[in-house]
Structures are given as C-alpha cells and as structure tokens.
C-alpha cells in the first residue's frame, strides 16, 4: 500500500461523500419517477463502473483476475444489488430526506458490526458519544414538524423497512471490502466491482418485469438528467472516493458521511423542492456537525486499522 495521502486530497474525498452522496437523494427520487428503480440502477452502474475500468485499464499494467472478479461480484451484490438496489425501489414511495435519515444509523451498525463481527478495537468513549449525538440529531430532524404525515402513503413502512436492510447489507459489504482483494488499482477494482453491480441490478430487474416498464417515451428529461449526475458524481466521482477513504481511514470515521447526508437532503429538499427549512431542522443541523467533529477529532492508535 502507498504511503498516507495528504490532508487535502483526504478532506476533498470527505467533501465527496458528504455533500455528493447527500445530494443523490434527490437524484434517485428525481429518477424513479419516471424509470424503474432496478433497470435504471443497471444502467446507472454499468455506466460508471465501464468508465472506471476502461479508465484503471489504460493506467496500469494489471490485468484483472478471475478471483478478482469473484470477489467484485460478491462485493457487489451486498453492497450495489442489496445496498443500492434496495434504497433505489424504497424511494419508489419513501421521501428522498426520510430515506438519508432512516440511512444516518449507519455508523453506528459500523461501530457493532465492526466491533463484534470483524473484531476491532472496542469503540472509545468520545466515538459513542459521538454517535449517541449524531444519531439523536437525525431523529430529532426526522420527528419534525409534519415528519409523520408519510405513513399513510401505501407501502411506506415496507419500503423504510428495506432501506434499513438495505443499510445493514451496505455496512458489512464496506467492512468486508477492507479484507476481499478486487485489484490494486482502486480505478480497476471499482470498476470492477460496478460493472458487476449493474448486472445483477439489470438481471433482477428484467426479473421483476420492469422491462415492460421502462418506456422511452415516458421517460422525461429531469429522469435522465438525474442518472446522469448519478452516475457521473454519485458513483464515479463519490463512490471511488469512498473505497479509497476505506483504505486510510477509519471506517467508522468515513461512516459519518451519514450524520451530513441527510442534512444535505432536507437543505436541497427545500432549494429544489419548495419544502420548509424549520427552526427544529436548523437545531438538528448543528447536532449533527458537533457529532462528525467529535469523531472525526477522535485520536485512532498510530497503525491501527479497525
């Protein structure tokens, strides 16, 4: 492994994941109106991941391998086919902001599963407390002011139900991640590991009979426009910046991604979607920074790698 990046180009990575992902949210929900949550997830992926392998190709001379591509497939259908496939057909009838915050839970399912399952160092204090304040700032944001008026919406509480596994499946493909070998090349591997994501999405969506659904003529221009910038920013960009962060810090500090995403959602929800910005919103903003500071400062033993 190379030596440790610099603090800018791990900051520009964080800002990816932070503020790249909590806009995708929006581009799902923005998308699945007008497409098929599993055939435009393929599409979406197959996408991404060809300009990132033709990209890793064409930079190196490693080839990849048939245990490579193994691992890309198992990778991918926890995290791509189960992770994103699943939040995907959830915003079918889940508000994009419910979603990142029912999502904000994940690191602390990193901290756990980590912890008992990969065997790390046992959290310190200062990380659960700042989790106990991340996590108590999304539910505080998803109790606000007219926050439960979507459980009437027919299959609502089915669709939080799979976000929530959806986020499980994506905590332990990410932990498994940091131990499987796709290749040495992050380009190559991640490309990789989406092409074979955007099979599995296709195939089950084909599966599902969505292909019946998938109308060009139906599809408008705000859809197309919404899995480009998914492709484009949230997987290309995002998603390649997220594995690398994987490789150098800890995972449950590239976790707190979570506690800013929904953040991120509610604030775009309001610019693009003409929704309220509440004083209880602003409150729970603030908890939610303070949380990413506390972790973020927490000091993690010199060559250490939960």
Request: charged share 10%; hydrophobic share 55%; glycine share 12%.
């Amino acid at each position: 492994m190379s030596g440790r990046p610099s603090r800018l180009a791990v900051l520009a990575a964080y800002g990816a994941i932070y503020f790249i992902w909590g806009s995708t949210y929006l581009g799902i929900r923005f998308t699945v109106e007008t497409m098929p949550p599993f055939l435009s997830g393929g599409l979406r992926f197959l996408a991404a991941g060809a300009v990132l392998f033709a990209w890793g190709w064409l930079r190196g001379t490693e080839r990849p391998s048939a245990a490579g591509w193994l691992n890309a497939a198992k990778l991918a259908a926890i995290m791509i086919l189960l992770g994103y496939g699943g939040v995907m057909w959830a915003e079918q009838v889940v508000p994009s902001g419910i979603a990142a915050l029912i999502i904000s839970v994940e690191p602390l399912w990193f901290f756990v599963l980590d912890w008992l399952v990969f065997k790390s160092a046992r959290p310190r204090l200062k990380e659960w407390a700042g989790l106990a304040l991340g996590f108590a700032g999304t539910l505080f944001l998803a109790f606000g002011e007219g926050g439960a008026s979507f459980e009437a919406v027919p299959g609502y509480r089915i669709g939080t139900f799979v976000i929530f596994i959806s986020t499980l499946a994506w905590v332990f493909g990410s932990l498994l991640s940091r131990k499987t070998r796709i290749a040495d090349s992050t380009l190559l591997g991640t490309g990789m590991q989406m092409l074979a994501g955007g099979i599995f999405l296709s195939a089950s969506g084909l599966a599902l009979g969505e292909g019946s659904r998938f109308l060009l003529s139906e599809i408008t221009l705000k859809s197309w426009l919404a899995l480009a910038y998914l492709a484009v920013f949230g997987s290309i960009v995002a998603f390649t910046a997220f594995v690398w962060l994987l490789k150098f810090e800890p995972a449950s500090r590239v976790s707190t991604h979570a506690f800013v995403n929904p953040v991120v959602a509610v604030f775009l929800g309001w610019m693009l979607g003409g929704e309220q910005i509440t004083s209880r919103m602003l409150v729970a903003a603030a908890v939610v920074v303070v949380s990413v500071m506390l972790i973020t400062l927490s000091k993690q033993e010199d060559g250490v790698r939960p």
